[in-house]
């Protein structure tokens, strides 16, 4: 029997990127998977999956989502929130529509989710892992309030652990540098995103930059029963790169 067989799971931008690896493990695990995102269904997404257009920063779509679920699937077991946006400012250049945006997505969306599953699964049990970031621990330069909101996500994953184990576990990953087109635009902000990227990969002890299945791996092992002892965690999947002094290592 496969590790997640027959577990009822939603995930959160699912379409494309961290997303769409996330989904494509936990149907390879034997899960039923929901997913969502604000655009229509991806034409390659897999057949098995259930496609819902929705906003996660509405709660009225975060309640349609749980809502087909419970349809589809008659109960949620596994929910992973991952749907997320950046953008690239600092504080002052920050206007009231991205703090809208960022926070609503980011913050607000995360919130949402959780607040619709997290009933159904304190009467049957359940897991769920939210996306974060090491920008939640570090702060990238000039993305303020996405560093920001993934400090929220993770204080959000703590909370929720505390206030309704033992039926619900919850626990976060935060990614490094993952090639998807959000890192590609976070790239593109450099004066030379090629030496930029070569930089990046130099700074890597993993010895290159990240994938999304490096992300859908770990977030499968905190959904299965073998991680039952592991709640309100925020795991790194960095390839080491904030493991690292930020001496330069060339200079000893
Ligand atoms: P992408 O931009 O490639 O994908 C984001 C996904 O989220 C898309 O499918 C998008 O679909 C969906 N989405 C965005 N807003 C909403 C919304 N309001 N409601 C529903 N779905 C939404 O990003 P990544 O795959 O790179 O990132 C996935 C997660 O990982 C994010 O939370 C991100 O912050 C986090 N992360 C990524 C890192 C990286 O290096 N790539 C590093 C650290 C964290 P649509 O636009 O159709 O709605």
Redesign the pocket.
């Known amino acids: 029997m496969s590790a997640l067989e027959g577990e009822a799971a939603i995930v959160?931008?699912?379409?494309?990127?961290?997303?769409?690896a996330i989904v494509r493990r936990l149907l390879a695990d034997g899960s039923n998977v929901l997913a969502?995102?604000?655009?229509a269904r991806p034409d390659d997404l897999e057949s098995p999956v259930k496609w819902i257009q929705?906003?996660?920063?509405?709660s009225s779509?975060a309640k349609r989502v749980v809502d087909a679920a419970m349809t589809v699937f008659g109960r949620v077991s596994i929910l992973v929130?991952?749907?997320?946006?950046?953008v690239e400012k600092t504080v002052p250049q920050t206007t009231d529509d991205d703090w809208d945006t960022v926070i609503?997505?980011?913050c607000k969306?995360v919130f949402n989710m959780c607040r619709e599953v997290i009933p159904l699964m304190e009467t049957n049990g359940g897991s769920i892992v939210n996306?974060?970031?090491?920008?939640g621990n570090v702060a990238d330069p000039s993305m303020a309030i996405?560093n920001a909101s993934?400090s929220f996500?993770h204080g959000l994953t703590r909370s929720i652990a505390v206030d309704h184990g033992p039926k619900v576990r919850c626990n976060a990953v935060?990614?490094?540098?993952?090639?998807?087109?959000?890192?590609t635009?976070?790239f593109a902000l450099a004066k030379d995103p090629e030496r930029a990227i070569t930089d990046a990969v130099a700074r890597h002890p993993s010895g290159r930059l990240?994938k999304?299945e490096d992300?859908a791996n770990a977030i499968a092992w905190l959904l299965d029963r073998q991680a039952g002892f592991v709640t309100g965690q925020c795991f790194i999947i960095d390839g080491g790169l904030t493991s690292a002094s930020p001496l330069r290592p060339g200079l000893f």
């Open positions: 959160t931008g699912g379409g494309r990127g961290i997303g769409r969502c995102g604000r655009g929705a906003d996660v920063s509405r779509d929130n991952n749907a997320g946006i950046q609503g997505v980011n969306g996306v974060g970031s090491i920008s996405y993934k996500v935060s990614p490094g540098w993952i090639m998807t087109e959000m890192a635009e976070g990240g999304p992300v």
